[in-house]
């Protein structure tokens, strides 16, 4: 499999998509919807890879920011684009300063 992607790959909880948490936007590239583990805006490529294009890139992270800005407040995020749990599959995450705080009390 090549780093730009494939459209998706078994058992990979990403490419499954499932609608678990609250969904914002979704759309031919990405999906951005409240990460399972982390109670934040992620947003996720549709394509199985870690190295989307970079007209893909910017699309995503352009969605996130609009997501983030609505649910998190303008100028009170930041991208953290490390893959902790799904190492193959690119996504991002929009965090705010209590992010942490928020998941260990289970809620936004």
Not at 26 to 38: L, M, P, S, T
Not at 58 to 82: K, P
Request: proline letters at 6%; one cysteine or more.
């Amino acid at each position: 499999m090549s780093s730009s992607g494939a459209a998706s790959v078994p058992f990979c909880e990403l490419c499954e998509a499932a609608r678990l948490t609250t969904w914002y936007a979704e759309d031919e590239v990405c999906w951005v919807a409240d990460c399972e583990a982390c109670a934040v805006p992620m947003v996720v490529w549709r394509r199985h890879g870690v190295d989307p294009p970079a007209g893909d890139l910017a699309h995503m992270l352009g969605l996130l920011a609009q997501v983030a800005d609505r649910v998190l407040g303008e100028g009170s995020w930041s991208v953290d684009r490390v893959m902790r749990q799904v190492p193959d599959h690119f996504h991002a995450h929009a965090r705010d300063p209590h992010w942490w705080l928020r998941r260990l009390e289970g809620g936004r």
